[in-house]
């Protein structure tokens, strides 16, 4: 087995098989990486595109098929004790992780007319606390000296503002801070940290009426898919990104806002 095959992947917030985390899961899985998937489907349930209570567990058996050993857990990310859950649980199953992709993410629409503490908390606790404790969990325990990964999923708030978007895109701005500083204070132990952007990606939330007004604003002439963004992450996981770290990459397709 190469040194890729040997190497376990971390991927949170992977409940819906249309989503960003399944589509990141498939393409590292492909590329020879065990796979361990975290999911939390009482946010989704409560979310207009719903998720498929089997959703998870097929997805488990497809990654399966392409020859890796494959893990998973149903994790809320907002309790205190969800780092230690998670890698103790990684470790035990498949062995200390090499890369966490820091996938999960709370979003729901407001503006400051209707914005509550409770709704900005709620973004705060799995967009930056979640995010930021689980990357210094990893790195805490991670001993290999090379090859540690960390990315981070952003969505471009500083290339522009995002209205009825506010706690959301105030917490996804603070990832993009985050992932510079971490950057900083873990290179010594051999990780690099990064963050994607995807730009608008059509994960199942999309009306037709979106993509209509959207398609537009992409050169390309078609909206942002799942599999875009993780065929970015695989490269920034892979050896070959070595010497990228601290970076918030634009993966948008020359999305024009």
Known sequence: MSQM?????IIT???RLKGIGAAICKELAE?????????????????PWSVNSEEQMKLK????????????????????DAPDKLMNKVSERLGYPDILINNAAFSTNNDYSNLTADELDKHYLVNVR????????F?????????GRIVNITSGQ?????PGELAYATTKGAVDALTITLAAEIADLGITVNAVNPGPTDTGWMTDDTKDKLKPMFPFGRIGEPRDVAKAIKFLVSDDADWVTGQIIHSEGGFRR
């Not at 500083?158 to 995002?162: D, K, L, N, S, Y």
């Open 139 to 147: 790195a805490q325990g991670f001993d290999k000296k090379h090859g």
């Open 31 to 47: 590329a020879g990486y065990h796979i361990f998937f975290t999911y939390w489907t009482e946010y989704d349930k409560q979310m």
């Open 61 to 80: 058996e497809e990654l399966l098929k392409r020859g890796v050993k494959v893990s998973c857990m149903e994790l809320d990310l907002t309790q205190d």
């Open 5 to 9: 095959k040997e190497k376990i992947a």
């Open 158 to 162: 500083f290339r522009g503002p995002m």
């Open 13 to 15: 917030g992977v409940s």
């Open 130 to 137: 979640a995010t930021t404790l689980l990357s210094s969990k």
